[in-house]
């Protein structure tokens, strides 16, 4: 039996096949490489030696997603596969609402057809909207949502209840993603967005191997120990390792909805972020103070709580890990690109 992994040539995805496959799982991805590209493919083999199967495909595209799962006896998915970029989706509201529900409710009509009805649902902290606490505990429930992609992530969640209620024979699992950043040891996969980065780490990534000049730190005026933006970042593979976490228990659990945060608990400033990255890694990050980015806030940090009791998953890896990781990787692929 094969778990389907949407969207695995991702920057999440990816590491999340990676843990799959060392797992000795069996794994069969589907992306359409909007957001990534098939060299990943390979990467994915060589850091684990082992192979599964790919198939170019749009979740949009019935048909293709069909003969997936004909071809392959399914027995759960971990849906990763949507447009991810907050200040694109405010301008491009259609594409982002057409792409991630629409493509989610084919992923979910074929499942069903399938009689597959086990899903890992990739969802963020976004949905939380802004709810003016310092820790964002699952209770808290979705909020109002600031943006067109952080809409996409909560209606699904709505529509993945609603699907419940119709059809109790489902488990479906929700994961909210703080932010994660950091890449793995082996410098091959990592974050690496095509054009200006919008995230902060794969901006400092781009300065400090000169690609780009100098960082702007949106806002040093919020009510945190320096001004600068604080948020909670996880380390791409520890986030990898919580939907294995969630896969296996949710293999245990009766038919149900379950909704888990993956964060550290832990925040960390703009300025802190930098001057760690530039410590660990002996490397300047040339920064200006800019203005605020609209629709940012001063605070966003999970309570980590819930994960650890249930899925017995909490994050290992550190904020020095992450600058280190993610400076192994931007240098490996600046060097592939510059040779
Ligand atoms: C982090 C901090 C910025 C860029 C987003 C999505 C969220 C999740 C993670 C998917 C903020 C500051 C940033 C820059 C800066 N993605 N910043 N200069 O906005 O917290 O969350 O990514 O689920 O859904 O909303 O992440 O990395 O964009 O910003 O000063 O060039 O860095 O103001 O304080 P964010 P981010």
Redesign the pocket.
Known sequence: MSILVTGGTGFIGSHTVVELLENNEDVVVVDNFVNSSPDVIDKIKQITGKDFSFYEVDILDREKLEKVFEENSIDSVIHFAGL?A?GESVQKPLEYYHNNITGTLVLLETMRKYNCKEIVFSS???VYGNPGVDKYAESLGRGKTTNP??TT?AMIEKILEDLYTSDNSWKICMLR?F??IGAHKSGLIGDNPNGI?????P?IQKVAVGELKE?????NDYNTVDG????DYIHVVDLANGHIKALSKLKTYNPGVYVYNLGSGKGCS?LELIKTFEKVNNVKVPYKIAPR?PG?IDV?CADPTKAKEELNWCTQKTIEDMCKDSWNYIKNVSLIKNN
């Open positions: 991810k907050v963020s902290a976004t992609y952080g992530k993603y932010n994660p980065p919008n995230n902060l780490m901006y960082l702007s730190v949106f806002g600068t933006g604080v948020r703009v980015r940012d966003v």
